[in-house]
Structures are given as C-alpha cells and as structure tokens.
C-alpha cells in the first residue's frame, strides 16, 4: 500500500499552522505522530491533500505538574506519559494507560493530542481524560478555548473541534488525598485497541466512605461514557465487595453496545461488567479502602 500523493508544510509557529489550515480548509490535515492518520491515508479512508507538520512548533511537547492540575502538552508522546516521574506522581492513572496503547514503536511517535483529536472510542487516553473530568485545550483564527472533555468527544471519530482549530493541551485534575484509580481492558491480543475498558477513579473520606466516584467504560459507544448510576450508588458507601458488585451490576444494565465484527452486544455488555469490577476494586485499594490488593496499575485480560 502507498500513500496518496500530497502537498507537505511544516509550519514553525501555531499561528502559521492555524493559517494553513485556514487556507485549505477540509483538504489540510495535521500530522503530528502520524500514527492514526497515515494508516487511514494508506487504507484511502483519507486523503488529505495537504499536511501539516506540528512537530517542529515549540511549547506543545510540555508536562507540567503544578498544585492541583496536570498539564500535557498536546505533542507529549506517549511514551514520555508513561516514563514522566512527575506526571506519574502527579496523575498516576494516565501513566499506567500509556503502556497499554499499540506497542512500544507507537507510543514512541503517538501523542495525546493525536489521541484526542482521532476521537477513537476504544483508546485509552480519550477514556482516562473522560473518568477524570479532564479540560482539553484547542486554539484556533478565533483565539483560545477550553473545552470539557464530555462536550469534546461528540460521536465516533467526532469531537468540538472547529475549522482550522488544533488541540494545543489536555489538562487534567493531580490526585488528591485518599484518591485511588483502577484500569481494566480486554484485548484480543497485545497492542490492539480494547474490546471494552474501564478506568475508576474514587475518593474515600476518613471513615473509609466515598466521597467521589467516577466511572468510565470504553469500546461500548461512539466515545468513552461515564457510568452516572454506577457513580450514584458508591457515593456516601462503604466500598466493599457488596457495593463494588452493585455498581459493576449497574455498569451492565446502563451501557447499551453494538455488535460488530469483534463481539456481540451481549458480549461487550457482559465485559463491561467484569472490567468494571476489576477497575473498581484496584481504585478501591489504592485509594486505602477495604477491597482486593491493588497489584498492577492497569489490567489487560
């Protein structure tokens, strides 16, 4: 397979690249890690006529962890989340998705604007910044914008992003006290994309009870979804085995999956379930509650 042929620009400001993208409108696609587009652009799914290389711009390649929030530069590549030792004391949850995503020659050219901006409901970044309540960052001719991540993700393969509009950031809240996060996917084998994935994230209060709840199932609709009845019935609880297993129970009955090429509906429902439980119990142990030893951050089954 060959690419399209295609005109190629690599702007040195983000000024400059908004005004390309301005100036070719739907023609003009950003590359910056390349790893979703150019297979696309091989398959013929896309053929951009122009490109335009983000990579040499400055400023968008920063993390940086300061008080209560984390913020990755839209050209972090994912290997650089995963290896980062402060966005992994800072946002520990994020870290422990990186290793998850393709293998190790992805995520050494994948970035978390890419991620974003590919709106993949299956990946793992667009499903931690969702559990999290994340802002992701865009700047277009019209200024900036910040934009919350459940009215960013719009459908599959769809987000807010206007013409001419480039992610420049994904910032995300840092862990708090007796804050504890779990991750579960199910794969059909190492670097794909879930099947369907899960990423808790709960707080406890001194008495052990939850004070916050989030939960985020992938792989069962057109974007990652919070869990709002999975979340109502753990705040004020006791997390223990009971609770953790109603919560998983309501995960099942709120997600309403497709079926596809690779499972049923009743299949992705099902695992929604077991993921759920898996994730919740990990976020439940690191978060110094009552349930199962946490062992790795993330779990692929």
Not at 23 to 37: F, I, M, N, P, Y
Not at 177 to 206: I, K, W
Request: net charge neutral.
């Amino acid at each position: 397979m060959y690419l399209p042929p295609f005109r190629y620009v690599a702007p040195r400001t983000l000024d400059e690249a908004i005004a390309l993208l301005r100036e070719h409108g739907d023609d003009a696609k950003v590359l910056a890690g390349g790893q979703s587009l150019l297979p696309l652009m091989m398959l013929g799914l896309a053929r951009p006529g122009v490109l335009v290389d983000v990579n040499g711009i400055p400023g968008l390649d920063r993390i940086e962890a300061d008080g209560d929030a984390v913020r990755v530069g839209a050209l972090v590549r994912h290997r650089a989340v995963e290896t980062d030792p402060r966005l992994r004391a800072a946002c520990p949850v994020l870290a422990d998705a990186a290793p998850l995503i393709g293998n190790i020659r992805v995520r050494h050219r994948g970035t978390v604007g890419g991620s974003l901006a590919h709106a993949d409901p299956a990946a793992e970044v667009p499903l931690v910044a969702t559990a999290l309540g994340a802002t992701v960052e865009v700047r277009g001719a019209g200024g900036a914008r910040d934009i919350p991540v459940h009215e960013f993700f719009r459908g599959y393969l769809e987000t807010a992003l206007g013409p001419a509009e480039v992610v420049t950031a994904l910032r995300l809240p840092a862990r708090g006290p007796r804050m504890g996060y779990g991750l579960a996917e199910l794969v059909r084998r190492s670097g794909d994309f879930a099947t369907v994935s899960a990423c808790a994230v709960l707080g406890l209060d001194g008495g052990g009870r939850c004070t916050h709840a989030a939960v985020a199932i992938g792989g069962v609709g057109p974007s990652a979804l919070r869990m709002r009845g999975a979340e109502r019935l753990l705040i004020g609880q006791l997390p223990g085995d009971r609770t953790l297993d109603d919560a998983a129970d309501a995960v099942r009955a709120e997600v309403a999956p497709e079926s596809d090429v690779h499972a049923s509906a009743d299949y992705r429902r099902a695992m929604a379930r077991v993921m759920a439980r898996r994730a919740l119990g990990a976020a439940v142990a690191r978060a110094g509650g009552e349930s199962r030893a946490a062992g790795p951050g993330a779990v692929r089954s």
